[in-house]
């Protein structure tokens, strides 16, 4: 199994897990930090579009450092979708 396809196997036995967890108690927000990484583009959107219907009922924060992944949530989730881009100061 190739490494983008195990991320994409474990991403969703997770979320399956939060959702039965969150069926029980009150609902945390989510959060992924470069979750996508391994992911082919078209694999990236469906991801994201996967998320943004989570995002309905809970919170998620996703972190990343690649250009093209913000640019599909954006694409994806639209309005939805806030952008916080953290910046290097410079010494």
């Known amino acids: 199994m190739s490494d983008g396809a195990r991320d994409q196997l474990y991403l969703a036995l997770r979320l399956a897990c939060v959702e ?5 108690s009150e609902p945390l927000p989510l959060i992924f930090d470069d979750v996508l ?31 093209h992944v913000r640019d599909a949530a954006v694409r994806v989730a639209g309005s939805r979708a806030l952008v916080h881009e953290l ?3 410079e010494k």
Not at 20 to 24: G, K, L, N, T, V
Not at 41 to 56: C, G, I, K, N, Q
């Open 37 to 67: 990484v391994n992911f082919d583009d078209p694999r990236t959107e469906v991801a994201l579009s996967v998320l943004a219907e989570f995002a309905a009922n809970y919170q998620i924060l996703l972190f990343t450092h690649h250009d």
């Open 20 to 24: 039965q967890a969150f069926e029980r």
């Open 87 to 89: 910046g290097m100061s």
